[in-house]
C-alpha cells in the first residue's frame, strides 16, 4: 500500500514530471498518518513539544470540535488523507468503523469539526504549509486566541497574514521506526516534498528532484544496512538504483546527487544517520565526502555540507 502526502507543486518542479495523475492509488484510498502542527510553534519548539490539531476531548461524535492541543501520541492526533483525486483528499481520523473527516462551519467564526467521510469537504496541503480548501480560498489557521478555524483570502505568499493568524503548517510524518529494509517515502521538512527519481526515470543516472509526495514507486526508497551505514535503494529487482553523492570529496561546494547501479565497493553510496536514530528531522551524511542530503531550489536535490537546516532534515512515510 502506498503512502501520500499530496501537495501543490511550485510550476518549475512540474517540468520533472509528465505522468502525475496516474500516481498508484491504493484500494482504500488511505495514506500515511501525520501530525498537523502549528509552524511557528514547531519552529520554536521543535514538533513533539509544540500544538498540535486535536480532537477535543478524544470525542469520537461527529460534529465534535476540533482545536490545538500539546503533541501526543493519542489517535485524535492522527490524521490521514483519504480518497485522493487531482491533487485534494479528505482529512481523516480514527480508523476504520469509527473514522471521521474535518468540516468547517460556512459562517463566521468559521470553526472545524469533525463529520462523517461521505460529506466532508476535501482539502488541499500546499507545499508552501498552507492547509487549504479545494478552491483555495479558505485556510486552516490558528486563531489570535489560540483556537484553530478557517480564514479568508488564503495567500501563500503574504508573510504578514502568516505572522498574523499562524496559518503555516509543519506535517509531522508518524513512522514506525523499524523502517530498515522497508519501503519508505523521505520527506524533506522544509519543502514538506519526497525525494523523487525525475520524470520516473529507471535510466542509470537519473537525477533526483524533490517533489510532492504521491506514492509512486520513484518515490519509494529502502534503507539497506543499518543507520551507521546503509545503502539508500530505489526500485527493486533488475530496476534498482542506488542513491549517490557524485563526486564524494569534503569541501565547500555543491555535489550532484544520482541514482545509479549499486556498488557495495563505492563509499560514495553509503550514508549514514549521525544520531543513531531513525526519526523525523535527521539529516541523511554521505560517508565519502561527509556532506548532507540537500533539497534546494526549484526542487533540485544534492549534497552539501552539512548545516542542520530543515532543506537538510527528512521524514519517513512508511508502507
Not at 82 to 88: G, M, P
Not at 119 to 132: F, L, N, Q
Amino acid at each position: 500500500m502506498k503512502k501520500l502526502v499530496s501537495f501543490i507543486s511550485l510550476i518549475m518542479i512540474s517540468l520533472f514530471h509528465s505522468q502525475l495523475v496516474s500516481a498508484k492509488v491504493d484500494t482504500e484510498g488511505y495514506y500515511g498518518w501525520t501530525r498537523l502542527v502549528n509552524n511557528a510553534l514547531a519552529k520554536e519548539h521543535g514538533p513533539a513539544r509544540g500544538q498540535c490539531v486535536d480532537v477535543h476531548a478524544e470525542s469520537k461524535q461527529s460534529g465534535a470540535s476540533i482545536g490545538m492541543w500539546p503533541c501526543h501520541n493519542g489517535s485524535n492526533q492522527k490524521f490521514r488523507l483519504k480518497d485522493l483525486s487531482f491533487n485534494s483528499s479528505r482529512i481523516a481520523v480514527y480508523s476504520d468503523s469509527e473514522e471521521l473527516c474535518l468540516d468547517y462551519l460556512r459562517v463566521k467564526p468559521m470553526r472545524i469539526f469533525t463529520t462523517s467521510c461521505e460529506s466532508a469537504p476535501k482539502w488541499r496541503v500546499e507545499s508552501t504549509g498552507e492547509i487549504a480548501t479545494d478552491d483555495l480560498k479558505l485556510c486552516m489557521s490558528t486563531s489570535e486566541e489560540g483556537g484553530l478555524e478557517m480564514v479568508e483570502n488564503c495567500n501563500p505568499f503574504n508573510l504578514s497574514f502568516k505572522s498574523r493568524f499562524g496559518s503555516n503548517w509543519y506535517i509531522h510524518t508518524l513512522p514506525d521506526i523499524d523502517v530498515l529494509g522497508r519501503e519508505v517515502s523521505l520527506v524533506n521538512l522544509e519543502y514538506v516534498n519526497c525525494l523523487d527519481v525525475g520524470r520516473e526515470s529507471k535510466n542509470p543516472g537519473s537525477a533526483l528532484v524533490h517533489y510532492r509526495c504521491y506514492g509512486g514507486d520513484n518515490q519509494m526508497w529502502t534503507l539497506r544496512g543499518s543507520t551507521d551505514e546503509m545503502f539508500i535503494t530505489v526500485y527493486q529487482g533488475k530496476d534498482m538504483l542506488c542513491l549517490s553523492n557524485l563526486n564524494g570529496a569534503a569541501g565547500s561546494t555543491l555535489d550532484a546527487t544520482e541514482a545509479v547501479p549499486c556498488d557495495r565497493s563505492d563509499a560514495r553510496q553509503l550514508w549514514h544517520i549521525p544520531s543513531g536514530q531513525l526519526s523525523n528531522g535527521m539529516p541523511l551524511v554521505n560517508h565519502a565526502s561527509g556532506k548532507c542530503l540537500d533539497a534546494y531550489s526549484i526542487g533540485l536535490v544534492g549534497s552539501w555540507a552539512c548545516h542542520g537546516g530543515n532543506n537538510q532534515s527528512w521524514g519517513l512515510l512508511q508502507l
